[in-house]
């Protein structure tokens, strides 16, 4: 049993070992440069330095060790929902100047350094603290809203629910 230990051992380490293969650089008669493992005539030896590997450690350990570091609730874990309050979803509304007005909540209450950041159509529109976003000139039709929690550096930490609304607006035409 140990001598196969042994041997699966020796064999894992050899194995794990970094390949290194020569590489030849040639140039043939219309001036085209080829690189090769396999040297013919005039081939120039050429040194590759090794590629180096970075392995990055899995985003949950560091969330994970960054609440443990802080000793409070972690962003992610701060925040139970976040809910527009206007416009509600599938609402439809005529708005002629095609202004809107969001209104989002948080449960609980935003935290200290965090802001509510409004998307339309998957497009950043406005952020704030107060929990009301105002934009103007919204085209005609049905778009998606969403709301995002952004922390002091700018991280997004919650994604709320997103909705979807109707805009009606004149034209030329009626």
Known sequence: MKAQFLIAAVASAFLSLPVQAEVYRQVDKDGNVTFTDDPQGKAERVNVKPATTITMPKPETVEQQLDE??????????YESVTFLAPADDEAFHSGSGNVEFQVASDPGLRQ????????????????????????NVFRGTHNAGVNVINADGERVFTGESISFTIHRPTVNN
């Open 69 to 78: 570091e802080d000793g409070e609730i972690g962003d992610q874990e701060a």
């Open 113 to 136: 350094g965090h802001r509510f950041e409004i998307t339309l159509d998957g497009q950043p529109v406005g952020q704030t603290t107060s929990g009301t976003v105002s934009v103007s």
